[in-house]
C-alpha cells in the first residue's frame, strides 16, 4: 500500500504577531471557468465580494452563466469571455481581451480559481507584464519552468497545486521559497484513460466487480460505446454530469480517481471522504495532499498504474470495521480541513501579505 501524504495547512509567510496584516486595498482580478451556480461561479461570487468587505476591489472574468446577474446587482465589474478552452483561437482571442481589460483597470493580483486556467492565467500576464501573483499547474510549470526561469523569478508571489509541484518549480527556476505557495481549494477515469487501465477492469469483472464510471455528460454516449467494444459493458454503470456526482459517490463501496480532471477530482474526492468512502487515488493534481492517511486510503505514484488492481482489491476487501472507522475520521477531517470560509481566510491574507510586499 502506498503512504498516502499528510496534509498541513501551508504556514503563513508573516505571523500577525510579527507583522499585522494591513486592510487590503489591492485590485484583484479572479478568473473562472463558468458562473454557474453549482461551479466555480458561486466560489468566484464569494470571494468578490469578501475581498470587497475586507477593503479591495474585486474584478471577475469568466464565461457566460447567470451568475453574473448578481455580479451586475453588487455593483462588481465583469469582463465575459469567450470559451477560452475551446480552440487555440478561443484561447488567444480571450488573451487580448482580457489583457486589454486587465491594463486599463490597473489591476494588481491575478487569481485562478481552476488550476486548468493556468495557462491562460501566464499568456494574460505576459501580455500584460504584471508580474505579481499567477496560479500554476504541472503542465505549464513544466513548459515553462526552464524557458522563463527569469521572468518566473520575477514573481511576488506563484501559487501551486501540491506540494509536488511547489518542490519542482523551485528547483527548475531557481525560486526562493517564500514565493512559492500552496492553497488547497474548497471543494474518475475519463475515456481517453479506458485504453491504459482496461486489463484492470478486465480483471475485476472477471472477478464478478461491477464499477461505476463517472465521466463529463457529452462523454457518456463515447464511454458505453467503448465499454461495449471491450467486452466491459456488462458489469459497468456509466453516470455522466457533474450534478450526478454525488449520487455516483454514494452507490461505490470503493471510489478510485485518476487526477486527471483537475478540480473537478479535487472536489470528487473530498465528497466522497466525507461520505466515507475508501479511496485509491493516483497522486495527481494535488490530490495527495487531500487524502486523509488511513488503512481505507490508497494514494499511488501517478506512474504507477500497474499497482492499481492490487490497491483497488485491497479497498474492496476492507472490514465493515474499518469501512466505519474511517467514515467517522475521515468526516470530521473534511469538516474541519475543507471548508469554504477558511479557503476565503487564506486567500485573503495572501493578498494582504503580496500587498505588504509591493509597498
Same mark, same amino acid.
Given at each position: @500500500?502506498?503512504?498516502? !501524504? ?63 446577474? *448578481? ?14 478552452? =475551446?480552440?487555440?483561437?478561443?484561447? @488567444?482571442? =480571450? ?8 491594463? %486599463? ?16 492565467? %501566464?499568456?494574460?500576464? @505576459?501580455?500584460?507584464?504584471? !508580474? ?23 514573481? /511576488? ?19 526562493? *521559497? ?13 475515456? /481517453?484513460?479506458?485504453? /491504459?487501465?482496461?486489463?484492470?477492469? #478486465? *480483471? ?5 466487480? %461491477? ?16 465499454? &461495449?467494444? $471491450? ?36 472536489? &470528487? ?14 497522486? $495527481? ?48 477531517? #473534511? ?15 495572501? %493578498?494582504?501579505? @503580496? ?5
Amino acid at each position: @500500500m502506498a503512504k498516502a !501524504h499528510p496534509v498541513s495547512p501551508p504556514a503563513p509567510a508573516f505571523h500577525a504577531e510579527q507583522l499585522p496584516l494591513p486592510a487590503l486595498a489591492s485590485r484583484i482580478l479572479i478568473i473562472s471557468p463558468d458562473l454557474d451556480n453549482n461551479g466555480c461561479g458561486r466560489q468566484a461570487v464569494d470571494l468578490a465580494l469578501r475581498i470587497r468587505a475586507e477593503g479591495g476591489t474585486p474584478f471577475v472574468a469568466a464565461p457566460g452563466g447567470l451568475l453574473k446577474l *448578481e455580479l451586475q446587482r453588487q455593483s462588481i465589474a465583469y469582463k465575459n469571455l469567450p470559451d477560452m478552452r =475551446a480552440s487555440a483561437l478561443g484561447h @488567444m482571442t =480571450a488573451v487580448l481581451q482580457l489583457a486589454t481589460w486587465t491594463r %486599463y483597470h490597473v489591476i494588481d493580483f491575478i487569481h485562478v480559481l481552476d488550476f486548468s486556467l493556468a495557462r491562460f492565467a %501566464y499568456d494574460v500576464m @505576459m501580455k500584460t507584464a504584471r !508580474h505579481i501573483a499567477i496560479t500554476f499547474n504541472h503542465n505549464v510549470l513544466r513548459v515553462n519552468a526552464g524557458r522563463h526561469a527569469d521572468i518566473l523569478r520575477s514573481f /511576488t508571489r506563484i501559487i501551486v497545486p501540491s506540494a509536488f509541484t511547489r518542490d519542482q518549480l523551485i528547483k527548475q527556476a531557481g525560486l526562493a *521559497e517564500d514565493n512559492v505557495r500552496t492553497i488547497i481549494p474548497d471543494c474518475p477515469p475519463d475515456t /481517453t484513460l479506458l485504453d /491504459t487501465l482496461q486489463h484492470h477492469f #478486465v *480483471e475485476l469483472k472477471n472477478r464478478n466487480i %461491477y464499477m461505476l464510471f463517472f465521466v463529463e455528460a457529452h462523454e457518456r454516449s463515447v464511454m458505453l460505446r467503448m465499454l &461495449a467494444q $471491450r467486452g466491459l459493458i456488462s458489469h459497468a454503470v456509466v453516470i455522466g454530469g457533474t450534478q450526478h456526482r454525488v449520487a455516483a459517490l454514494w452507490l461505490a463501496h470503493s471510489v478510485f480517481l485518476t487526477g486527471f480532471l483537475g478540480q473537478d477530482s479535487l472536489l &470528487a474526492l473530498m465528497e466522497a471522504q466525507a461520505m466515507g468512502r475508501p479511496i485509491v487515488a493516483f497522486d $495527481r493534481s494535488g490530490l495527495g495532499e487531500l487524502l486523509l492517511p488511513d488503512a481505507a486510503t490508497q494514494c499511488l505514484p501517478g506512474d504507477a498504474i500497474n499497482r492499481l488492481t492490487p490497491a483497488l482489491l485491497r479497498s474492496l476487501n476492507l472490514s465493515t470495521e474499518q469501512r466505519q472507522a474511517f467514515a467517522l475520521r475521515a468526516r470530521n477531517f #473534511v469538516e474541519e480541513n475543507f471548508d469554504r470560509k477558511q479557503m476565503l481566510v487564506d486567500v485573503i491574507t495572501l %493578498y494582504q501579505e @503580496m500587498q505588504l510586499l509591493q509597498g
